[in-house]
């Protein structure tokens, strides 16, 4: 497990694996983070308990229904996935 650390301590932050979040994968990797700087604050994400896993959708096509999706967070998750890690600190909203 390669995690990326928040620098924000926070007690509420828990760990999420990556393969694990719905995030917008249009968006542009966060450059600090490329460039070698660290995460500052965790990402935002909302977290479902129902429903997750694989479902089946129009004309029976297979999709994966995320048990996280990110709230503010998705440049953060693009830079994290291009820099190796398999796990980021979050914080889920309600």
């Not at 983070?33 to 479902?48: A, K």
């Given at each position: 497990m390669k995690l990326l650390k928040a620098k924000l301590s926070s007690d509420q932050k828990i760990v999420v694996p990556l393969d694990n979040i719905k995030y917008i994968k249009q968006m542009t990797p966060l450059k600090?983070?490329?460039?070698?700087?660290?995460?500052?604050?965790?990402?935002?994400?909302?977290?479902?308990?129902?429903?997750?896993?694989?479902k089946r959708g129009v004309n029976g096509a297979t999709y994966k229904h995320y048990p996280y999706a990110t709230f503010r967070g998705s440049q953060r998750v693009n830079a994290a996935i291009q820099l190796g890690y398999t796990h980021i600190e979050a914080i889920v909203i309600k």
């Open positions: 600090e983070l490329l460039d070698g700087e660290e995460l500052r604050n965790p990402i935002e994400v909302w977290e479902y308990k129902e429903g997750t896993g694989e």
